[in-house]
């Protein structure tokens, strides 16, 4: 059974601060990884989607590794802004259509 | 805007009723899943709806029944037989269910049962 694990549970940094966050897996035959963005009381939003195939995918800020041997992906976070607190959660698809997430890494960025 | 709309954004229901969730979708999106989320925990997946008419089973549908009579509509009961309704519950749509078609999701219904 695939399990998602997400590192660490809780992060606190100053404005400016370059951040990563972890996500492994145990299961790494995995289609994709997809990580998301939940702000408080909300809905989740994608971010990135890395392919099986793909090492990393870049979006603005953001950056999402993928290293399917060792079931570990990170997302790298530059210039960290006030407005990217939220809670990141990160999710595989193994098989089927199935996601299985992780708990999350709640992020509190500080002016 | 296309987008996923549930309703309501709040729903309070005393224990032994059953209650159901809307989740509507204009983006023409064929597949559709239904998420619970616990808090400090992950989601998990209840239901999932790959086209009209047709829905399987996710991890914990126990105590929980689906339809799926339109594309654009993928209602959610949470009937009397689950133990632990008290949640939230957030509702997904991809294009289809294929391997790498991205998650859109609604914003959630948090459900207090008492």
């Known amino acids: 059974k695939q399990e998602v694990t997400q590192i660490p549970a809780a992060l606190s940094v100053p404005e400016g601060e370059n951040l990563v966050l972890n996500c492994s897996f145990t299961?790494?035959?995995?289609?994709?990884l997809q990580w998301f963005r939940q702000d408080p009381g909300k809905g989740l939003t994608s971010l990135l989607l890395?392919?099986?195939?793909?090492r990393e995918q870049t979006s603005g800020r953001l950056n999402a590794s993928l290293d399917k041997s060792s079931g570990r992906s990170t997302l790298y976070i530059a210039a960290s802004q006030p407005g990217d607190s939220a809670t990141y959660l990160c999710a595989v698809k193994a098989s089927g259509s199935r996601l299985t997430f992780g708990e999350g890494t709640q992020l509190t960025v500080n002016p | 805007d296309g987008g996923i709309t549930q309703s309501p954004k709040y729903l309070f229901r005393k224990e032994g009723q059953n209650v159901t969730l809307s989740c509507e979708q204009n983006?023409?999106?064929?597949?559709m899943y239904w998420y619970r989320q616990d808090p400090g925990q992950g989601l998990r997946l209840i239901y999932y709806?790959?086209?009209?008419?047709?829905?399987q089973k996710g991890d914990i549908a126990e105590g929980y029944s689906v339809s799926r009579e339109k594309k654009e509509s993928f209602p959610l009961t949470v009937t009397s037989a689950q133990k632990n309704p008290t949640a939230f519950y957030l509702c997904a749509s991809s294009i289809k269910t294929g391997l790498n078609s991205p998650l859109h999701f609604g914003n959630g219904t948090r459900l207090t049962v008492t």
């Open positions: 299961d790494s035959a995995i289609y994709n």
């Open positions: 709806s790959q086209i009209v008419n047709d829905f």
């Open positions: 890395i392919q099986s195939s793909q």
């Open positions: 983006l023409n999106h064929d597949a």
